[in-house]
């Protein structure tokens, strides 16, 4: 199972992101699973930042990114997506992506079975 993260960059404080996720495996199968996006930051613990269940219908944001980000996803391209607008240089992080076995959203990272690499992303004030 692979998940390939993209999208990360360097950009100024109030400008956009848009990150990528794609997921392939022969034993992965991407509607099955609840899409989560992380981040961390040098020095601290990886954060939830957003999650979206195995269909689209529900998402869930942490406080210090709501309104400002967005998750979706496209089942036929096995691919997540983290659109960041407004961005604050205290979103400076590597981002990753991790999917979990869909049955109850969580937003522990214990919880997730699967992990990408991570792309950096850094927001200069």
């Known amino acids: 199972v692979q998940l390939q993260a993209s999208g990360g960059g360097l950009v100024q404080a109030g400008g956009s992101l848009r990150l990528s996720c794609v997921t392939s495996?022969?034993?992965?199968?991407?509607?099955?699973?609840?899409m989560g996006w992380f981040r961390q930051a040098p020095g601290k613990e990886r954060e939830f930042v957003a999650i979206?269940?195995?269909?689209?219908?529900?998402?869930y944001y942490a406080v210090s990114v709501k309104g400002r980000f967005t998750i979706s996803r496209d089942n036929a391209a096995n691919t997540v997506y983290l659109q960041m607008n407004s961005l604050k240089p205290e979103d400076t992080a590597v981002y990753y992506c991790?999917?979990?076995?869909?049955?109850?959203?969580?937003?522990?990272?214990?919880?997730?079975?699967?992990w990408g690499q991570g792309t950096q992303v850094t927001v200069s004030s």
């Open positions: 991790a999917a979990q076995p869909s049955v109850v959203l969580t937003t522990t990272p214990r919880e997730y079975n699967y």
């Open positions: 495996g022969r034993t992965f199968t991407f509607s099955n699973y609840n």
């Open positions: 979206i269940s195995w269909s689209g219908g529900t998402t």
